[in-house]
């Protein structure tokens, strides 16, 4: 079984690192000939501002700094001072040119931010100047400014650090969707969540535990995250470099297996979680971070009577809007209300966004990694 990683996406760690081999070692070129950023300063437009923003000018070569000039709003959009954005195993993969939305180059990456609006155009009425927000976008938010839509922003109180607003959207809710909207996940229940550590895995681990106060079994590849996971709300885990998750769950659950999984690890390990779901169990596919997509054999569904489905978060937007804008908001609910408890496992300033790749990418991380931006006003 390759070990699997804590983050989303479809690919797995040795994939990736082979991928982005000459990543790491342009990486360490740029730093000894001209720091880990480069610096260059465009004209502005006609709004007077500039900013700067984290640049995609090439796939799979390290990502460079640059100042940018404001764009004009258009009449429904927003343009805010980005405060905090999450890093997702999707930005690596936008920015490697492997992922299904590929933006044209040059890009910002970057999906899910928070930060405080700044100005907005003349037909928004529901958002104004100085509110605090966080917002999502297909890319765009590794900047100290982002322009989006203004039904792509949602507000947040005073008490909700930037730092914290910014691991909601895209983590937070998966979480919801899958265990809430897909699963169907009910109190006292048993839910398995694999890769338990990572954003989604710690993400899940405490909504389901907090939230809807199922019973959570935690899966993880090291014992120190297998006891961050149960930190975080679950009952018990299994490492699943050391253990059979399969042996573990029939002698955690008395051979009744689990009523839902969350699995985002795909491969062997999705084998092991699918053959421990007890009758009517429900499992929910949201990656396949250890590289191998698993098949399921369709008599193995009637055997048990379980259901196999997936979640593809950001697909929501599109297809259901009510239901994806209802994610997040209950993502903030509940954690304005102290009810969940994001983790932050690093926080890099935005001139260190290649660091905090490879971080990710080579599996350090646990919870979700955030870039800071230095704030400066306006030029």
């Not at 979480?175 to 969540?193: C, D, F, W």
């Not at 470099?241 to 985002?264: C, P, Q, R, W, Y």
């Not at 929501?316 to 983790?343: L, N, W």
């Amino acid at each position: 079984v390759n070990h699997p990683v804590d983050w989303q996406g479809g690919m797995g760690r040795v994939a990736v690192l082979r991928l982005c081999r000459d990543t790491v070692r342009c990486n360490n070129l740029s730093r000894k000939s001209s720091g880990l950023a480069r610096i260059h300063t465009t004209s502005t437009t006609d709004s007077g501002h500039s900013y700067q923003a984290v640049l995609c000018t090439k796939l799979k070569k390290p990502l460079v700094i640059q100042q940018l000039p404001s764009v004009a709003l258009k009449p429904t959009e927003v343009r805010v001072n980005v405060h905090c954005c999450g890093v997702n195993f999707a930005d690596l993969l936008i920015c490697q040119g492997l992922y299904q939305h590929r933006p044209p180059i040059p890009f910002t990456p970057g999906m899910e931010f928070a930060g405080c609006v700044l100005e907005v155009g003349p037909n928004v009425t529901s958002i104004h100047k100085g509110d605090r927000v966080i917002g999502v976008s297909s890319t765009g938010a590794m900047a100290e400014q982002c322009v989006v839509d203004h039904e792509m922003l949602w507000p947040i109180g005073e008490e909700l650090p930037y730092e914290v607003a910014a691991t909601l959207p895209v983590s937070y809710g998966t979480a919801i969707l899958a265990l809430q909207q897909r699963a169907k996940t009910q109190p006292g229940e048993t839910v398995l969540v694999t890769a338990a550590a990572g954003a989604a895995g710690l993400a899940a681990v405490d909504f389901a535990s907090h939230v809807l106060k199922a019973k959570v079994i935690a899966a993880a590849g090291t014992d120190e995250k297998c006891e961050l996971a149960v930190q975080k709300g679950a009952a018990v885990a299994i490492n699943y470099t050391t253990k059979s998750v399969k042996e573990e769950v029939k002698k955690l659950t008395a051979d009744k297996g689990v009523n839902v999984v969350l699995d985002t690890v795909g491969g062997d390990i999705f084998k092991e979680a699918f053959s421990s779901l007890a009758w009517e169990g429900r499992i929910v596919v949201v990656g396949f971070a250890g590289g191998n997509i698993p098949t399921v054999p369709a008599n193995q569904l009637l055997l048990k009577n379980v259901t196999a489905m997936g979640i593809y978060w950001g697909k929501y937007q599109y297809e259901d809007f009510p239901i994806f804008s209802r994610s997040i908001v209950s993502a903030i609910q509940y954690c304005q209300e102290g009810r969940t408890k994001p983790h932050i496992g690093a926080v890099y300033k935005l001139q260190q966004v290649n660091e905090a790749f490879q971080f990710v990418l080579q599996r350090r991380s646990t919870g979700k990694v955030i870039l800071t931006m230095k704030h400066t006003e306006p030029k």
